[in-house]
């Protein structure tokens, strides 16, 4: 038996919101290749104390948080490119937009995807609260309680994942990854961004207070850039696992394939 599962709205956020993101993540590691260590506060410079920093040394290449360093040769810091020179950069140029160091141009591919970003997930907000949307997605108190959670997260590791009608709607631990990343991560790392703008520090002071100062602004942008890449490493690993013919079948057609033993 065939289903609607997706509505278009939806299937068109989605797949604009997947291109968008990749782009943005990866010309924003061009953009930090620039400058390749965050800090808190109003200002941050080589000489100051940073809390995250890639560098190389003459060798290797090296991760600093705080006190942690952790060696990262050939992936961070300290790589090769396809020609077999070594390049002393934070991120490789397969990870980047684009791969050859360009921070003028990465800065024109993230602000126009950010636009896009933006013009695309606000008219997607509009649609889903004016058609209760937003009541599929957001977790009742019931499926935020510890148990049930705790349930949930042994089903996922045990690779036992909703089937039949259940497949159909999102089950707790979807609901609250989706809304820690629409209306947690998002906002913080488009109002972060506005924050670095110097135009908006010009015409809106207030937002860079809020954050505590632009390089404050600037390492909250990183994070949750970081934590939206985390989530969507964990979302294609999650579809990868329970059948990615019907899970990307399904947000390209909006239609799913019950099993015929669905009741």
């Not at 941050?44 to 705080?66: Q, V």
């Not at 707790?172 to 961004?193: D, E, I, N, W």
């Amino acid at each position: 038996m065939i289903v609607r599962r997706h509505r278009l709205p939806v299937r068109l956020w989605h797949w604009t919101n997947a291109v968008a993101v990749f782009v943005l993540l990866m010309s924003g590691l061009m953009i930090f290749n620039a400058h390749p260590r965050l800090y808190w506060g109003a200002y941050g410079a080589n000489p100051d104390p940073a809390w995250l920093e890639i560098y190389a040394t003459r060798t290797s290449g090296m991760l600093r948080i705080g006190d942690l360093r952790v060696e990262t040769t050939g992936v961070l810091g300290r790589w090769t490119d396809p020609e077999g020179i070594s390049r002393a950069r934070a991120f490789p140029y397969w990870a980047t937009i684009p791969s050859n160091y360009n921070l003028a141009l990465a800065r024109r591919w993230h602000i126009a995807f950010a636009w896009i970003l933006a013009v695309v997930g606000s008219l997607y907000l509009i649609w889903a609260i004016a058609g209760r949307h937003t009541a599929a997605l957001l977790p009742g108190r019931q499926e935020l309680a510890p148990r049930r959670l705790w349930k949930d997260i042994k089903a996922h590791a045990r690779l036992r994942f909703p089937h039949g009608e259940d497949a159909l709607r999102y089950n707790p631990l979807q609901k609250l990854a989706y809304t820690v990343v629409v209306f947690a991560l998002l906002p913080a790392m488009v109002l972060s961004g506005l924050a670095m703008s110097p135009a908006m520090d010009a015409a809106w002071p207030w937002l860079v207070d809020m954050f505590g100062g632009r390089q404050s602004a600037r390492s909250v942008h990183f994070i949750s850039a970081m934590l939206i890449a985390a989530f969507i490493a964990v979302h294609l690993l999650m579809v990868l696992l329970a059948g990615p013919l019907k899970g990307i079948g399904s947000m390209v057609t909006g239609r799913y394939r019950m099993p015929d033993d669905t009741p």
